[in-house]
Nanobody, 124 residues
Framework: EVQLQASGGGLVQAGGSLRLSCAAS????????IAWFRQAPGKEREGVSC????????YYAESAKGRFTMSSDNTKNTVYLQMNSLKPEDTAVYYC?????????????????WGKGTLVTVSS
């Protein structure tokens, strides 16, 4: 089965940077979608960024545009989320999720493999 594990969270000051990693196993980095979600206390889970390989397109939430960047190292079966200019409102548990295939599905949907989250805390 596909297994995902997010890591790299921690405590940073506002304005700082952090890079999250999502390591995948039982997964082929070909014809896939992979996304980052986050959930803050008292708020609904929201999509942060999603990459759809079939159209080589990366989507970002408005709150993430210009600050967050997805990248990957396929030789390591790892996807990253580089987060810059962090704000206290970025504080949340961050999750990675993936889908194998399903190119006609909107990027944030049909993601049936989820990893455990990693906590990001941004201090003011």
């Amino acid at each position: 089965e596909v297994q995902l594990q997010a890591s790299g969270g921690g405590l940073v000051q506002a304005g700082g940077s952090l890079r999250l990693s999502c390591a995948a196993s039982g997964f082929t980095f070909d014809d896939y979608a992979i996304a980052w979600f986050r959930q803050a206390p008292g708020k609904e889970r929201e999509g942060v960024s999603c990459f759809e390989s079939s159209i080589n397109t990366t989507y970002y939430a408005e709150s993430a545009k210009g600050r967050f960047t997805m990248s990957s190292d396929n030789t390591k079966n790892t996807v990253y989320l580089q987060m810059n200019s962090l704000k206290p409102e970025d504080t949340a548990v961050y999750y990675c999720a993936a889908r194998q295939g399903g190119g006609l599905v909107l990027c944030y949907y049909g993601l049936d493999s989820w990893g455990k989250g990693t906590l990001v805390t941004v201090s003011s």
